[in-house]
């Protein structure tokens, strides 16, 4: 039996196919992601899938977050 991340591993497939549309159906040449420090398995998703942290960043309401990107 597979273990992924939430359970049944739809959060990181569903990552990915947002990633793929975005960097070769719209031709992005970025994208960003950014995430609460307390959502564990968010942040481990982005990892996942292959985005890099850059940093924190203040976002409104939500305070500090997590900044992630990828480049194609």
Avoid: C
């Avoid at 031709?27 to 942040?43: F, G, K, P, R, T």
């Amino acid at each position: 039996m597979q273990s992924n991340i939430g359970g049944n591993g739809y959060a990181i497939e569903a990552a990915k196919a947002v990633l793929e549309f975005g960097l070769t159906e719209l031709n992005l040449d970025e994208i960003v992601a950014a995430v609460n420090y307390e959502n564990v398995a968010s942040d481990k998703v982005l990892i996942r899938i292959g985005m890099h942290y850059v940093g924190d960043i203040e976002w409104p309401d939500q305070g500090i977050v997590k900044k992630y990107r990828i480049k194609s």
